[in-house]
């Protein structure tokens, strides 16, 4: 029993000192210790072999990296030398580059002022043709003077006499060009992004038209393209403009911009009428409503006086009282009383007027009111339309004088709409209070007619 325990340890010793691999890789299983001995030796023997094998591929790749390493050396030596030979070749190189410039400066003389004098004006010239409207009618014009600039600050290159002719010629066009008004075909980019080939007038380096419309030019893109918002006024002259064909022609440019003008923006920029109004915002349109309903009022009580008025006029005429009117409906209370004393005629008629009062100067207080109240209500906009501004001016502060301007101009819109509304009403109320009054004096008038021919009969 304890024979075979010890045989059992000394397996179990061995299978762990050998390790799971070994007996892995046998992919066998000892029934016994002297199999399991036979497997130790037969893996021993393997392993050696192998471990022989290994070594003797180390020794061969030791040799090659000695002779890599030798190979790497020579290399090595050979580009010090031939980075030696370089470096004499590039001074001399750079003495002869040296040799050469000198005589090249000294051959030029009075070349260099003159090729200062054209780079300068070439330059001058590449910046006035990028905005030129001319480049509309001929694009592509500048293209060339890049190359003889370039060429003009070389120092291996020289411009060619056909190039410094042209710059010349490109000079004397664009100032020509100035002063004429031709008409050309291009493409022309509508407002919805479209593109049509059509005739375009060309005034000067000023303005371009097209078919009475205004076009702006990019010269980025060397691009036509229709204003967005038209100047107003100015499209007959335009049209006018393109169809003519000799004498002169009243049409509107901008005289401050080739490529637009800010004169031209201004105006286009400038917001309509209509836009105003909203500017005004909630005030704006309260101050509208009210202007429309007081003129409304006083058209309405101008009618209604008017027909009064008339009435009024035909019962002066009358012998007898009508009542389709205030005059006639007083007379008829004196008719109705005419035994009655002097001082009871005079209250009865009094209070007859008195009745009539109320019909005749019906709105005339409204009126009165809202000519007062309107430019209450404009100031009322205009200082929460401030209040907006400067607070807007302490968010985003005050670099921007555009806007500003433009926050202190829509707050003033309120001020304007009130004063608009107030003066038209102050008008209207005193015409119709006026024909109120005249009736009114006409009824005081015959009832103390009335109340005197009462007393002269007593």
Not at 372 to 379: D, E, H, Q, T
Not at 410 to 424: D, E, F, N, W
Request: hydrophobic share 40%; with cysteine.
């Amino acid at each position: 029993m304890k024979m075979n325990f010890a045989k059992s340890c000394l397996v179990a010793a061995v299978a762990g000192l050998l390790g799971s691999g070994v007996v892995m890789a046998q992919e066998e299983k000892a029934q016994s210790l002297d199999q399991l001995l036979n497997m130790v030796q037969k893996s021993k023997v393997s392993e050696s072999a192998e471990h022989r094998k290994r070594e003797a591929e180390f020794r061969r790749q030791k040799a090659n990296q000695q002779e890599l390493l030798n190979q790497a050396k020579q290399t090595k030596a050979n580009e010090e030398k031939r980075s030696e030979v370089l470096e004499e070749k590039y001074a001399q190189q750079e003495l002869d580059v040296s040799a050469k410039r000198a005589q090249l400066q000294d051959r030029l003389g009075s070349l260099k002022e003159l090729f200062g004098h054209l780079t300068s004006t070439a330059g001058d010239l590449r910046t006035t043709l990028s905005t030129s409207i001319v480049s509309a009618q001929y694009p592509g014009r500048a293209a060339f003077l890049d190359t003889l600039i370039e060429k003009m600050n070389s120092a291996t290159q020289l411009p060619t006499i056909e190039e410094i002719e042209r710059l010349w010629y490109e000079i004397q066009r664009e100032t020509i060009e100035d002063g004429k008004v031709v008409k050309f075909s291009g493409t022309v980019i509508k407002p919805d992004g479209e593109q049509a080939t059509q005739d375009v007038v060309r005034i000067g380096n000023f303005q371009l038209l097209s078919d009475g419309q205004y076009l702006e030019y990019s010269p980025k893109s060397e691009s036509m393209a229709e204003l967005t918002r038209q100047p107003s006024g100015l499209a007959a002259g335009a049209m006018a403009l393109q169809n003519s064909t000799d004498g002169f022609t009243r049409v509107g440019i901008d005289p401050t911009g080739p490529t637009g003008g800010s004169y031209l923006a201004a105006l286009i920029n400038s917001p309509s009428l209509v836009e105003r109004w909203h500017q005004g915002g909630l005030v704006g349109y309260i101050i509208s409503a009210v202007g429309v309903f007081a003129m409304l009022l006083a058209i309405w009580r101008f009618i209604v006086l008017a027909g009064i008025s008339s009435k009024v006029n035909a019962q002066l005429k009358s012998t007898s009282a009508n009542t389709n009117n205030p005059l006639g409906r007083v007379l008829k209370v004196a008719e109705d009383n005419k035994g009655l004393d002097g001082e009871s005629l005079e209250l009865k008629l009094e209070e007859a007027t008195l009745k009539e009062r109320p019909a005749i100067e019906s709105g005339l207080n409204l009126l009165k009111i809202i000519s007062m109240v309107a430019p209450l209500l404009g100031l009322l906009g205009t200082v929460t339309g401030m209040i907006i501004t400067f607070q807007a001016i302490t968010i985003f502060g005050a670099g921007d004088p555009k806007a500003m301007a433009g926050g202190i101009s829509g707050a003033l819109v309120t001020t304007v709409l009130g004063l608009v509304v107030a003066i038209p009403t102050v008008l209207m109320h005193t015409l119709v209070n006026g024909r109120a009054k005249r009736v009114l004096h006409i009824l005081d008038e015959q009832s103390a007619g009335i109340i005197a021919e009462n007393a002269e009969r007593k």
